[in-house]
T-cell receptor, first 116, second 116 residues
Framework: GNSVTQMEGPVTLSEEAFLTINCTYT??????LFWYVQYPGEGLQLLLK?????DKGSNKGFEATYRKETTSFHLEKGSVQVSDSAVYFC???????????????FGQGTILTVHP | DTAVSQTPKYLVTQMGNDKSIKCEQN?????MYWYKQDSKKFLKIMFS???????INETVPNRFSPKSPDKAHLNLHINSLELGDSAVYFC???????????????FGSGTRLTVV
């Protein structure tokens, strides 16, 4: 079945540091890939997405590139801010059919804390 | 105008009680979901409905029963609540294309259920 593996957290950085959160996946066919962010006490918000190989998703200074050859979708940001402190989830949507209809499979989440 | 709204936001109840959580979306999406997030932030799908039809029913105890009166609503009823049911429950919706989610989910803000 489909699966997503994220780097273990928590991740603690100083403001303006470079951020990488690794994400690799296992899926048949060509999944769509997503990063979601969950701020404290809130629901998940879509941060960025990519639907085919070599696509780059970007939003709010965050970027991730769909790498089919390494089955990866690593999240990066050049300079983090305190307000980026949140939980980040990598997710995929697999191909159609059967019980996987519309199903998003999430990684385990990575807690990011940014200090001033 | 909230896109996916859940009620209540907090729910504290005693073991053995029966409770319901309601969800409504005004996005015109055709698919709705319930996810459970445990204390370690891990997200696991419970159910999904497409146009009022149950599509995904993961390994969830029979005490949990979803109901979708129309495609804009998906409620979750839980019988005989147990301590282990304590978690945050998220409702979400999406517009799928042949089962593949292209644009991602829109999540509600969650219902924090505490069973005492």
């Amino acid at each position: 079945g489909n699966s997503v593996t994220q780097m273990e957290g928590p991740v603690t950085l100083s403001e303006e540091a470079f951020l990488t959160i690794n994400c690799t996946y296992t899926a048949t066919g060509y999944p769509s890939l997503f990063w979601y962010v969950q701020y404290p006490g809130e629901g998940l918000q879509l941060l960025l997405k990519a639907t085919k190989a070599d696509d780059k998703g970007s939003n709010k200074g965050f970027e991730a590139t769909y790498r089919k050859e390494t089955t990866s979708f690593h999240l990066e940001k050049g300079s983090v801010q305190v307000s980026d402190s949140a939980v980040y989830f990598c997710a995929l949507s697999g191909p159609a059919g059967g019980t996987s209809y519309g199903k998003l499979t999430f990684g385990q989440g990575t807690i990011l804390t940014v200090h001033p | 105008d909230t896109a996916v709204s859940q009620t209540p936001k907090y729910l504290v109840t005693q073991m053995g009680n029966d409770k319901s959580i309601k969800c409504e979306q005004n996005l015109g999406h055709d698919t709705m979901y319930w996810y459970k997030q445990d204390s370690k932030k891990f997200l696991k799908i419970m159910f999904s409905y497409n146009n009022k039809e149950l599509i995904i029913n993961e390994t969830v105890p029979n005490r949990f029963s979803p109901k979708s009166p129309d495609k804009a609503h998906l409620n979750l009823h839980i019988n005989s609540l147990e301590l282990g049911d304590s978690a945050v429950y998220f409702c979400a919706s999406s517009q799928g294309m042949s089962g593949r989610v292209i644009a991602g989910y829109t999540f509600g803000s969650g219902t924090r259920l505490t069973v005492v």
